[in-house]
């Protein structure tokens, strides 16, 4: 397959990008959907820490959140080890917080509104505290959740939102602020929002970076996401107490902070227990590694998205998704929807392009099957869309082999 190989001389995104890559894998696999973005850097700075005889949480911790705080804009980020622990303390954070109405934000058996269309991790934490998800239906020009569906789910069970930026594209926040306004006037609190970011590394909304909205945000740095630190997560928290809190309890709820402890291995005394979410240094130089990259890396999923947003507008049995001028997606995946998809992804992958749905929706799985409910838009959606190659790695010649592989009809 010609189009995969890679030609020395070749204006690649990949020669000279200063992203770690193997020549010879490359030439000779699909066009993969993602690839990790390592910078070459890494192996350096990390050995760095690896030598220095301290690879815990330290000072690559607070270089990386030091660094992050300006990149996103709002000081108040506490790196964890994962995008799934941020979004488990997030909702735990909202115990202990009191609400409009005088009671706990959260409590056992309150009602998340949630996408289905959506990485397990975003739900998974919504049982594990002990929380009950009540779906709401997709939008299928966005495939994020559907803001008319969750009106109309808003009840005074509904204590908390968790929403999806599917593939980088932000929802539209200021509609849900109205929608929020509604329902506070209604029931006599405001159900909190958590932002799941983890594919919006690099989006904005508003012309500012997915954090700075007033609701609760987490990211992903997980191996396959736009800025990797092997494993990592990102809070970036609305208000100081909140903050104060998250940096508590993503290591036991020990204060790190305070000077002048008489025997510096024993806490002082814990009034709330905390888990163990924290970052490590290991991960942090890794990081610190790829925000060296990080512009080139969406700069180049954008660029891509726009090339296929100009090609492949019109061409018959293919739909794009939305594209509203006041945000802009880091699209860390490419989402079209297609007539007969099936076909559609064995055309492409018989010739060498890798695609898939991404995400399996997570009500149909018998760990929820007792909050099932009728999705009817959704129902659809699953049946029409599907992700291509939109990523860094993604060469001029590959995304026109792209295009006119599916302009050639499936
Ligand atoms: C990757 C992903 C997560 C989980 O991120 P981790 O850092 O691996 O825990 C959560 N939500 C969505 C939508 C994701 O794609």
Redesign the pocket.
């Known amino acids: 397959m010609g189009v995969n190989s890679v030609q020395s001389g070749e204006a690649l995104p990949l020669q000279g990008s200063g992203i770690l890559w193997d020549p010879v894998r490359d030439a000779t696999a699909m066009i993969p959907l993602f690839k990790v973005a390592m910078s070459e850097t890494a192996p350096d700075l990390v050995g760095d820490v690896l030598r220095s005889g301290y690879i815990g949480q330290g000072a690559k911790v607070d270089e990386f959140e030091a660094r992050l705080r300006e990149r996103i804009g709002n000081p108040r980020v506490v790196t964890v080890n994962?995008?799934?622990?941020?979004?488990h303390l997030a909702l735990h954070l909202l115990r202990g917080v009191a609400a409009g109405d005088g009671r706990e934000q959260l409590r056992d058996g309150d009602e998340v509104l949630t996408t289905a269309l959506?990485?397990t991790?975003?739900n998974w934490p919504i049982l594990a505290n002990r929380l009950r998800p009540v779906w709401v239906d997709a939008d299928p020009e966005t495939c994020n959740l559907d803001l008319d569906d969750l009106e109309r789910k808003l009840t005074l069970t509904t204590r908390a939102i968790v929403v999806?930026h599917w593939g980088g594209y932000p929802l539209d926040l200021d509609r849900l602020a109205t929608v929020l306004d509604r329902a506070e006037a209604r029931l006599g609190f405001r159900p909190v929002v958590i932002e799941?970011c983890?594919?919006a590394w690099g989006s904005t909304y508003r012309d500012a970076p997915l954090g700075n909205h007033g609701n609760i945000c987490?990211y992903?740095?997980?191996a396959i996401?736009h800025l990797t630190c092997g494993?990592?997560?990102l809070l970036v928290l609305p208000d100081d107490d909140l903050y104060a809190r998250a940096k508590l309890l993503r290591w036991y709820g020990i204060d790190r902070e305070k000077p002048g402890r008489n025997d510096f291995r024993c806490e002082d005394d814990i009034p709330e227990y905390g888990f163990k979410f924290h970052m490590n240094d290991i991960n942090a130089a890794t990081g610190l590694a790829n925000l060296g990259i990080i512009d080139s890396v969406v700069g180049r999923h954008q660029a891509n998205a726009s090339f296929y947003d100009d090609a492949l507008a019109g061409v018959d049995g293919l739909r794009l998704l939305e594209r509203a001028a006041d945000r802009r997606s880091a699209f860390w995946i490419y989402t079209v929807k297609v007539d007969r998809r099936d076909d559609f992804m064995r055309a492409m992958q018989a010739a060498g392009i890798s695609v898939s749905r991404v995400?399996e929706r997570n009500d149909i799985h018998s760990a929820v099957s007792e909050f099932t409910a009728p999705l009817p838009q959704l129902d659809e959606l699953v049946g029409e869309m599907v992700c291509f190659p939109v990523g860094w790695w993604v060469t001029d010649e590959q995304r026109q082999y792209i295009v006119d592989t599916i302009r050639a009809g499936w």
């Open positions: 994962s995008a799934t622990s941020a979004l959506t990485c991790a975003t999806v799941d983890a594919h987490a992903s740095f997980q996401k494993d990592g997560g995400h």
